[in-house]
């Protein structure tokens, strides 16, 4: 039945496999068409790409349209409708707090002040641990704990986006059944 509070939902995959979409489409979705407060920690793409994305998406248009001029005048309306749709929904980015600490304490205050209900992490492996003597694995681990917690004890649903090491990628092709393991992220 959809995203559920208390839940984490790993987005797994290679770069440049859509990740960030799926998890934006999910946002947009949930923001503009219901109404639900949403977060998004972007490591990876700036404010002004992931508001040019945003708006993209949930006009239809090609920004590059603009660039090149070449929008017409349907295109300029749907752009505009899009923007007045962003402005009533509740969106809210970060991509300075980098710790996993920073974030569960933003996310903690995004909850009280806005009453956020899904949050998006992008990506997990972008992410710093509170303490930097952890292997890349322990802190992916250390990390990944503290965000389950914070799902539980904020009752929202956390969409967390990871790249997948491409080794792990072709034994998948290999044996689909192995599944990833903590290291292949």
Same mark, same amino acid.
């Given at each position: 039945?959809?995203?559920?509070?208390?839940?984490?939902?790993?987005?797994?995959?290679?770069?440049?496999?859509?990740?960030?979409?799926?998890?934006?489409?999910?946002?947009?979705?949930?923001?503009?068409?219901?109404?639900?407060?949403?977060?998004?920690?972007?490591?990876?793409?700036?404010?002004?790409?992931?508001?040019?994305?945003?708006?993209?998406?949930?006009?239809?248009?090609?920004?590059?349209?603009?660039?090149?001029?070449?929008?017409?005048?349907?295109?300029?309306?749907?752009?505009?409708?899009?923007?007045? #749709?962003?402005?009533?929904?509740?969106?809210?980015?970060?991509?300075?707090?980098?710790?996993?600490?920073?974030?569960?304490?933003?996310?903690?205050?995004?909850?009280?002040?806005?009453?956020? #209900?899904?949050?998006?992490?992008?990506?997990?492996?972008?992410?710093?641990?509170?303490?930097?003597?952890?292997?890349?694995?322990?802190?992916?681990?250390?990390?990944?704990?503290?965000?389950?917690?914070?799902?539980?004890?904020?009752?929202?649903?956390?969409?967390?986006?990871?790249?997948?090491?491409?080794?792990?990628?072709?034994?998948?092709?290999?044996?689909?059944?192995?599944?990833?393991?903590?290291?292949?992220?």
């Amino acid at each position: 039945d959809g995203l559920v509070g208390g839940t984490v939902t790993v987005i797994a995959a290679p770069s440049s496999c859509g990740k960030s979409q799926s998890a934006l489409n999910c946002v947009l979705k949930n923001s503009i068409q219901d109404g639900v407060p949403c977060g998004i920690f972007s490591y990876e793409m700036p404010t002004v790409q992931l508001t040019k994305r945003m708006l993209q998406t949930s006009s239809g248009v090609n920004l590059s349209r603009f660039r090149d001029q070449v929008a017409d005048s349907s295109d300029q309306k749907k752009v505009k409708e899009a923007i007045d #749709k962003l402005k009533k929904s509740t969106i809210l980015t970060n991509h300075d707090k980098r710790t996993v600490d920073q974030m569960c304490s933003m996310a903690r205050q995004w909850k009280r002040k806005h009453g956020i #209900k899904i949050l998006v992490l992008d990506y997990l492996q972008l992410m710093y641990s509170s303490n930097n003597k952890l292997s890349s694995v322990e802190s992916i681990s250390y990390n990944s704990s503290r965000i389950k917690g914070l799902s539980i004890e904020l009752d929202i649903p956390i969409l967390v986006l990871s790249q997948v090491n491409r080794e792990a990628v072709k034994r998948l092709v290999f044996n689909p059944e192995a599944g990833l393991h903590m290291h292949d992220l």
